[in-house]
């Protein structure tokens, strides 16, 4: 097959995400502690999480918005202001955390760069991947960036599409099973899945075991060779 294009998702994959949500949720669960048991507030915040994507989609700021309304639900409305001024300057510091590469990500990007079209392929907020790409240092190595609301199969055909000559041309690297494998497999192109130690509750999924088109690594350090076996 013609291998052309290259997609990287960016949160857990490329450098650290998920570990900052999980410190937060710590964190709220101290603030919360009057109200609910940890096990509670959980559940519930999961569930607001599920339900608000649609209307404030994935990151940082829907996050923050999914904590207040628990807080307000698990209190029942008797949460104080000053918790919840609490929540949202959790929320704003978490938009301003450091990044820090996984390993072998730099190597992993620098060794494609060139050679094939590379692209970003993130959903979140717009600001805060912004910031997090420039402050990685990666931004020149890639051909183009797409922040996208989602990631659907119809998100990585017109991606690919745009940036390359087609899905079927390409492949996506992720974390996510969900988000960055099994829609890249439908859209006709090569998934390749590398775990991280953390993941987002929503993002889980079944493996396509025997797909001729999708791969699993350990890390980034062996995308080169796989890369070169399949293109």
Sequence with gaps: MTLTTIGFDADDTLWH?????????ARFHDLLADHAPPERLEERLLAAERRNIGHYGFGVKGFTL??????????ESRVPAAVIGEIMAAGREMLAHPIEL????????????GRYKLVLVTKGDLLDQERK???SGLGDLFDAVEIVSDKRPETYTTVFARHGSGADEGMMIGNSLKSDVLPMIAAGGWG???????TWALEHALPPEGHPRFAELPDLGGLSDLVARIG
């Design 192 to 198: 390749v899945y590398v775990p991280h130690d953390l």
């Design 102 to 113: 996984l390993p072998s990500a730099r190597a992993a990007v620098e060794a494609l760069s």
């Design 133 to 135: 790409l420039a402050q």
């Design 17 to 25: 995400n998920e570990r900052f949500f999980r410190l937060t949720q």
């Design 66 to 75: 999914s904590m207040i309304e628990t807080a307000i639900e698990v209190s």
